[in-house]
């Protein structure tokens, strides 16, 4: 028997999305260059009514990406030097960064075990004199404990924020991510759920004022005539990128569905490999498909000798990275088993079932059986 699938299975294939949309995509491109309307304008406009409807929020403030997108939050709410923010001590380094480019301090905490996601308990143990907010981040497409987490942030008169990148569409008890808190930030890179054809980002909130001093964050601090009120930033939306997220909204609750059915799929094959747990009130939206395994550097090296492409997501919690050596943080043994021990495998929209079953046998030929040849186990799928 041959050691490898007769096809690559990709982690992701952006080309099989963009080939069903390449006539809209092509029409918004013609539209914006016959208006020449590249820096925010109309598409922008009509993007952030679109987005902020499909979030159920008031307000959306389209920015340049979603790291710009927290750090511009932060700031339009008041969230500055002297502040500390409560971030989860798994997820990706920007949202730390942030924080810190916005002047406050992270104070990283530890997470569930089970989702990944930040623990309220170990939120409500780390508040101090100078926590001003916390920042959930709903990690691979499933929403944090909102309600117990805004439950601590009023009896502590805290802000409560969302860092929602890999959770458009997500819903917490029926309610859209970035809606669920004071304001939520989105990253569109090319990769998420909803992700634009290069960076982009935005801001959601009920807050009419946040709203508007993000406006101006955005804009070099700039008022309505030439004068600049606040040392802002150039981290305005493209009007391209605008309007191809026009065209790409219309499907994501499509795409969220197909990535629901494809991770239905794998719980079906997987069995007892250790993954995700799924919250009834947060039905999941499986940016990623995560797995755990004590092996995960081997497993992804046989994988990768099968053809089968896996991800890690992400390989040092936040306390651990060299940039953030000097924050606060909490003990976090969650955060650093999910740290050692997680591996995202292939999902995405346009996934075949036949690469369903390639990726499964995969895992089951190196997890189950130790197999690091794939001679053992059930029958290798054929992808042609």
């Known amino acids: 028997m041959s050691s490898r699938v007769s096809s690559s299975v990709p982690f992701m294939d952006l080309g099989r999305v963009h080939a069903t949309l390449a006539a809209g995509l092509r029409d918004a491109f013609d539209r914006v260059l016959a208006n020449s309307a590249f820096i925010l304008g109309e598409e922008v406009e009509r993007f952030e009514e679109e987005f902020a409807r499909f979030c159920g929020s008031g307000h959306c403030v389209g920015v340049g990406s979603g790291t710009a997108a927290i750090t511009i939050m932060l700031q339009a709410a008041g969230i500055g030097r002297g502040d500390q923010v409560i971030v989860p001590a798994h997820t990706f380094l920007a949202t730390a960064l942030a924080v810190l480019h916005a002047g406050a301090e992270p104070v990283c905490v530890d997470v569930e075990s089970s989702t990944g996601l930040i623990d309220p308990a170990a939120a409500a143990d780390a508040l101090g004199p100078r926590t001003a907010a916390i920042l959930p981040v ?117 795409w969220n569905r197909e990535r629901r ?4 799929g794998y719980r079906e094959r997987l069995g007892a490999i250790e993954q995700l747990e799924e919250k009834p009130e947060s039905p999941c939206i499986y940016h990623l498909f995560p797995i755990k395994t004590r092996e995960r550097d081997a497993v992804a090296k046989s994988l990768g000798e099968f053809g089968i492409s896996t991800g890690i997501h992400y390989p040092l919690a936040l306390p651990d990275q060299p940039a953030l ?60």
């Open 325 to 384: 050596r000097a924050v606060r943080s909490s003990d976090a043994p969650n955060a650093r088993d999910w740290a050692a021990r997680e591996l995202s495998v292939p999902l995405f929209p346009g996934m075949t079932e036949r690469e369903l079953d390639a990726v499964a046998w995969g895992l089951e030929s190196v997890i189950r059986t130790g197999d690091r040849l794939g001679s053992g186990g059930r029958a290798q799928p054929d992808l042609q």
């Open 261 to 264: 059915a494809l991770a239905a």
């Open 138 to 254: 709903h990690l691979y497409g499933q929403a944090c404990a909102m309600d117990e987490l805004r439950a601590l942030a009023t009896r502590h008169a805290l802000a409560l924020f969302e860092d929602a990148a890999q959770a458009q569409g997500a819903t917490y008890n029926g309610k859209r991510a970035g809606g669920l808190g004071d304001a939520g930030a989105f990253s569109f890179y090319p990769s998420k759920n909803l992700g634009a054809l290069g960076d982009a980002g935005a801001i959601c909130t009920g807050d009419s004022e946040l709203a508007a001093r993000a406006r101006r964050l955005r804009d070099l601090g700039r008022s309505n005539d030439a004068s600049h009120l606040l040392p802002g930033y150039n981290e305005r939306l493209d009007g391209m990128q605008a309007a191809f997220l026009r065209v790409k909204l219309a499907h994501v609750e499509g």
